[in-house]
Each structure stands twice: as structure tokens, then as C-alpha cells.
Antibody, heavy 120, light 111 residues
Framework: VQLQESGPGLVKPSQTLSLTCAIS??????????WNWIRQSPSRGLEWLAR?????????DYAVSVKSRITVNADTSKNQFSLLLNSVTAEDTAVYYC???????????WGRGTPVTVSS | QSALTQPRSVSGSPGQSVTISCTGT?????????VSWYQHHPGKGPKLLLY???ERPSGVPDRFSGSKSGNTASLTISGLQAEDEADYYC???????????FGTGTTVTVL
């Protein structure tokens, strides 16, 4: 299984950050996995942001810190999931990772990460 | 939800053992046996080393071991090797509201 993040490296303040995680070797609709977004910045360290998973229907969980600004969707036709984070500020500058979860709370596989800078 | 507290750095000579602590609260580390540890080399994605406090995924050497006492979890690296030089992070489930939290990270230096 491999995960690959993609998206623009530069986003202007107040705009929407959009990232995609392509999955190979597994299915985004697997009923034994959850698909997560995690970010890392010097100021905030590692921070779990959100997850999406399919158990007969789609479910989402979001971190309290970004809940009002974040959406995660799955695209089964492309076998990928996406992150939308709106109203970004410099505080959202970070390396963004996607990761899989197959047990209660651990991330068994991570992508290499994609850096995002919020700047005008 | 505050980050779990880890020492900023630890170091050891090849062959020695080092232990990294991960201190939280009764709402995260102390309340659940869902602590995991990750090794992170720059430029790569983090790698899962331990889950559920003590369990090793397939392929992780048994030099890596975990434990927990109260609100503090620990990762011990025995027989330190040059390739163990990396950043290490803990993570814990933190209940149905916050879900999860990561540690502040520890840099391991092999002398």
C-alpha cells in the first residue's frame, strides 16, 4: 500500500487549501481502514486533522481546532481522498501528510508529505 | 487538547539503550492503552514503531519496546544503531471529543 499527497505548495491567506491523497494497493472504500490527514509545523508540531472511513456509509471525524473550516471527501472512482481547508492563515503553513489507520488509534502507513505555505 | 510532553533530545552510543518518555494526562495516555510511537527521518513519512503501547508491527525490530505507567508512556531503543538517529513521536487516543494527540517529539542522536 502506498499513499501520495499532492496539491499546490503555495496558498494565499483567506483562500482554500486543497490537497489530495492517492491510494495504491488498497481501496478508499475499504471497511477495515480509515484515511487521515495530519500536519506538522514548527509551531504546532504534529497535529491530527481529520479522517474519513466507510462502514456501509461514509463517516468523518474532524479535530476540534479546525472543525469549522475543514472538509474531507472520498472519490472512489479515483481511489483517493481530499482535504479542503478554508480561510487559511499563516498558522496553516505546514507539511501535510495523509495516513491510514486500521486499528483503534495508530497510523500504520504515511505518505511522504507535501509542504504548504500560506503567504501572499 | 495539549500535546503530550517528550524530552527534546536524547543521545547514546552504538549498542547502548535509550528511553524516551511521553507524558500526558488521565484523559489521554493514562486513560487508554492506545499509545503509538513513530520514527521520522527527514524527507520521509513517519514510520509506525509500536501501537497499543507495546505491540510491534511486522518488520519492526524487537530492539524497540514500549511500556506505560500512569500518565507516562515510554519507548526504549535497545542496542542503539546509527540508523536509529531520527525524530520520534508518541501519540495517544484522547477520547471521543478530541480523538487523538501527538507528542512534542524527541530527536535521538547516536554518538
Amino acid at each position: 500500500v502506498q499513499l501520495q499527497e499532492s496539491g499546490p505548495g503555495l496558498v494565499k491567506p483567506s483562500q482554500t487549501l486543497s490537497l489530495t491523497c492517492a491510494i495504491s494497493g488498497d481501496s478508499v472504500a475499504s471497511e477495515s481502514a480509515a484515511w487521515n490527514w495530519i500536519r506538522q509545523s514548527p509551531s504546532r508540531g504534529l497535529e491530527w486533522l481529520a479522517r474519513i472511513y466507510y462502514r456501509s456509509k461514509w463517516y468523518n471525524d474532524y479535530a476540534v481546532s479546525v472543525k469549522s473550516r475543514i472538509t474531507v471527501n472520498a472519490d472512489t472512482s479515483k481511489n483517493q481522498f481530499s482535504l479542503l481547508l478554508n480561510s487559511v492563515t499563516a498558522e496553516d503553513t505546514a507539511v501535510y501528510y495523509c495516513a491510514s489507520m486500521r486499528r483503534y488509534w495508530d497510523f500504520d502507513l504515511w505518505g511522504r508529505g507535501t509542504p504548504v505555505t500560506v503567504s501572499s | 487538547q495539549s500535546a503530550l510532553t517528550q524530552p527534546r533530545s536524547v543521545s547514546g552510543s552504538p549498542g547502548q539503550s535509550v528511553t524516551i518518555s511521553c507524558t500526558g494526562t488521565s484523559s489521554d495516555v493514562g486513560g487508554y492503552n492506545y499509545v503509538s510511537w513513530y520514527q521520522h527521518h527527514p524527507g520521509k513519512g513517519p514510520k509506525l514503531l509500536l501501537y497499543d503501547v507495546t505491540e510491534r508491527p511486522s518488520g519492526v525490530p524487537d530492539r524497540f519496546s514500549g511500556s506505560k505507567s500512569g500518565n507516562t508512556a515510554s519507548l526504549t531503543i535497545s542496542g542503539l544503531q546509527a540508523e536509529d538517529e531520527a525524530d520520534y513521536y508518541c501519540s495517544s487516543y484522547a477520547g471521543s471529543y478530541f480523538l487523538g494527540v501527538f507528542g512534542t517529539g524527541t530527536t535521538v542522536t547516536v554518538l
